[in-house]
Structures are given as structure tokens and as C-alpha cells.
């Protein structure tokens, strides 16, 4: 569903490799859904955040030409998934679409209890937005994948990092090895998988889980 919507554009932060954090302010509030992008001109960024009507975005590229309070109009690309906080569910991000497995994991935070588990795998080509730290929680798969995203461990999720450029402490190769780990481990138990990934990735999990009657499959490929 696209909708063109008016914004205040507040600010930007520059991110680790080339990441960029979008503050927004929406002329009138609408509820946003996991994994909505927004795009002006040629700068695409996904939802990273919501309050009210204040958004935040992760775009791979600065936003030239806008000063902060500046009023323009860009274009919303909603998806259609409803956030659900009740099945365990794992979340997989790959570049850009980590962001939508953060705005999962805070929504998941602020929903009251009982909640099913969550936990999230992200990955990146060449290195993320933000800087991966020794986990905090411990995992019974993949033990030499060490490096977490602390920001998803502060809102309670374990998470583990695949890249392929061999950074320390993360997973050496593709998201979808990592998730082969992960599926070993927990297939004995009933859990949704949510998230976005390549097309490539997206089928490699995908044949991965079709043995398992446990695995509620809800993976997407990148728009």
C-alpha cells in the first residue's frame, strides 16, 4: 500500500558504515506497520521507530537538501504485517531491513506480558550500523558467533550477527547458515519467523524449514 504523507524533517545522524538514523515528525499521525519504508526523491530508509508522530528512519545514504522543520511530502510504502506479541518468534534482518527487526523487538518490549520469545539474527554486507559488543545473553547454537547488537539485549532479545567479511565475534558467512544453526536447536518447539532477506536468502531458509511442521514460515524477500 503506498500513501503520500507530509513531514517535518528534524534531523540526521550519521551511523557505522554508512548508516544514517532519520528523525521525522508526521503532519498527522497514522500508525506505521513493521517493515513500512519511506521514500523521498531517491532516498529510501525503513521504519526504524515510532512514536506518536515522531518516526525514526535507517536509510544507507544522507538526505541532501532538507534543514531541520523543512516541510515535504514523500512517499509511504506500508506492508501488511500485523505485529503479534503472543507466538515465539524469531526475526531476521539483512541491511537495511534490520531495521524493521528493531521496530519488532521495541514494540515487543512495550507489550504487556504473557509474550511469547523473541529473538532476532541479523546480518550485513559490509559491516552494520551499529557497533556489535560481546553478547550478554548465552545461546545453545553456533557458539562461535559472540557479537550482539546491545541495543536489541537492552530491550530483553537475544540476537546473534552473520557477515561475510569475517568480522570479530559474528557468524562468517550467510544469515542463512546461521539460521540452519538456530533451526537445528529450536525446531522441537513451535516459533514464527518474521523478518526480510534477499530473495537468494529468503529461499535458502525457506528449504531449510519445509521439513519442520513446527515452523510457522513468514520470511519475505526484499522489495
Given at each position: ?13 550519521v ?8 528523525q ?18 531517491f ?6 521507530n ?68 523473541f ?17 550478554r ?20 532479545v ?11 565475534g ?54
Amino acid at each position: 500500500m503506498k500513501f503520500s504523507v507530509e513531514a517535518l524533517f528534524i534531523s540526521q545522524q550519521v551511523q557505522p558504515h554508512d548508516g544514517w538514523l532519520i528523525q521525522l515528525k508526521l503532519h498527522d499521525y497514522m500508525p506505521l506497520t513493521v517493515g513500512s519504508r519511506l521514500v523521498w526523491q531517491f532516498n529510501q530508509a525503513w521504519l526504524f521507530n515510532q512514536q506518536n508522530v515522531n518516526i525514526t528512519l535507517l536509510s544507507d545514504q544522507r538526505w541532501q537538501d532538507l534543514v531541520p522543520n523543512q516541510s515535504f511530502r514523500l512517499e509511504l510504502r506500508q506492508t501488511e504485517v500485523t505485529f503479534n506479541p503472543q507466538p515465539h518468534q524469531l526475526w531476521l534482518g539483512h541491511n537495511l531491513s534490520q531495521a524493521a527487526v528493531f521496530d519488532a523487538a521495541k514494540r515487543w518490549q512495550n507489550s504487556p506480558r504473557p509474550k511469547g520469545q523473541f529473538m532476532a539474527l541479523l546480518s550485513a554486507d559490509e559491516g552494520f550500523v551499529f557497533q556489535p559488543k560481546p553478547a550478554r545473553f548465552m545461546l545453545n547454537f553456533a557458539p562461535q558467533a559472540i557479537a550482539a547488537s546491545a541495543l536489541l539485549e537492552d530491550f530483553g532479545v537475544p540476537n546473534r550477527l552473520a557477515t561475510p567479511i569475517g568480522s570479530p565475534g559474528c557468524w562468517e558467512g550467510d544469515i542463512s547458515e546461521l539460521y540452519q544453526a538456530w533451526l537445528e536447536v529450536n525446531h522441537h518447539q513451535a516459533w514464527s519467523i518474521y523478518g526480510w532477506l534477499t530473495r537468494q536468502q529468503q529461499q535458502a531458509c525457506l528449504e531449510l524449514t519445509q521439513t519442520y511442521n513446527t515452523i510457522n514460515f513468514q520470511l519475505l524477500p526484499l522489495p
